[in-house]
Every structure is written in C-alpha cells, then in structure tokens.
C-alpha cells in the first residue's frame, strides 16, 4: 500500500467500511459501485483495492461492524434485563429477528441475490482468518451462556454450537414470502419459544 502511511490505511480503511454502511443500506450490493464507494473517501478507484479484494468483502466488514454495533443494545434490552434464562432467550431471539428485517443493512442483505454474492466471496477468506471471526461474534452473548450453564440454568453442550442455534433464526425473515403473510408470525413464534425451551435443562 505504496503512498500511505499506517495511520492513513487504518483511517482510509475505517472511512471505506463506513462508506459501506451507509451506501449499502441505500442502495444495496449491486447498484453501489466501487466509484461511489472512493469518492466518498476521496480515493482513486484503483486505491480501493488496497484495501479490499472485492465489494463484497467490504459488505462484509459492514456488515460485521454493524452487527457488533448492534448487539450490546439488543442484549442489554434481553439478556442483561431478565433473571430467567429462558424468558431472557426468547426476548432476544424477537429481537434477533426485529433487527434482521428492519436495519436498512442487514435488510439489503436478506435478497437472496445479494446474499449468494456475498458469501461467495467471503468463502475465500482463510479458515483461520473467519475461526477468529467466528469467535469475534459470539463474545457478546458467550458470558451469559456460560454463567448460565455454571449455574445450571441452561442445557449441557458446547456454549458456541448453542449461540449458533440462537444465532440460526436470524436467517428467518428470507422466507418470510414462502411462509407466506398470515403463516409467518406464527412460525417465527413457534420456533423461537421451541430454542427458547429446548435450551433449557433437560430431566
């Protein structure tokens, strides 16, 4: 990154996940170009892949800063607000599924199309690499499951195959058309009361 300082890549490369975040929410992955992307940082369009192979990848980061941002207002409204663990799952699974269909971002990202491309990309990102993010996001909600299971609140299992398992019904609002209008909020209510009790100790 020949021309730039350290300083001067982090501050660029902040800016362009920034600009991310609010162009893809406006417009999506597809009508965002790489040129509307740098001018909002006053780079040239070469400059961007600096920083990012693709705009994709940088979705991605968005994407990812945006779910952190997120997710310490979300628990603190679910989690950190009830004593009773399986009140305080299905509360943050509702809000979960809330934030999924109305942030202007992750809502972008709910188009199947967009959602195919990105995911593409990001399967090149070394293992290694997404182990780390893996585990990035899960440090939000991985102290309460623990506390929980410590205290015998909570099923036995791996802590991180049960924050998957929250985490999974995010991934619900893509189907909200094929469930269909009057079907959908009676789904979604039954399946997170069904991960709301499962998660709970088993006689």
């Known amino acids: 990154m020949r021309g730039f300082d350290e300083n001067q890549r ?5 800016e362009l996940i920034e600009a991310g975040r ?10 965002t170009t790489i040129a509307d992307l740098t001018d909002a940082v006053g780079i040239a369009n070469g400059t961007f892949y600096q920083f990012f192979d693709s705009k994709e990848l940088l979705y991605f980061e968005a994407i990812q ?14 989690l950190g607000a009830e004593d009773d663990p399986e009140r305080a799952i299905r509360n943050f699974l509702h809000s979960l599924v809330e934030t999924t269909q109305e942030n202007r971002l992750f809502k972008q990202l709910l188009d199947g199309e967009e959602m195919e491309q990105v995911m593409r990309k ?4 070394p293992e290694e690499e997404m182990e780390v993010r893996r ?3 899960f440090a939000h909600v991985l102290p309460y499951v623990e506390q929980w299971q410590a205290e015998g609140k909570i099923r036995d299992g791996d802590p991180i195959a049960i924050i998957g398992t929250m985490g999974a019904v995010k991934y619900l609002p893509l189907y909200s058309e094929q469930l269909g209008e009057d079907n959908y909020p009676i789904i979604r209510d039954m399946l997170i ?3 709301a009790a499962g998660l709970m100790p088993q006689d």
Request: charge should be negative.
């Open 193 to 195: 009361d069904t991960i």
């Open 10 to 14: 982090e501050r660029i490369r902040d």
């Open 22 to 31: 609010d162009l893809f929410a406006q417009y999506g992955l597809q009508k």
């Open 122 to 125: 990001v399967s090149d990102i």
């Open 65 to 78: 800063r945006e779910g952190h941002e997120v997710a310490d207002e979300m628990i603190a409204n679910s």
């Open 135 to 137: 585990a990035d996001s």
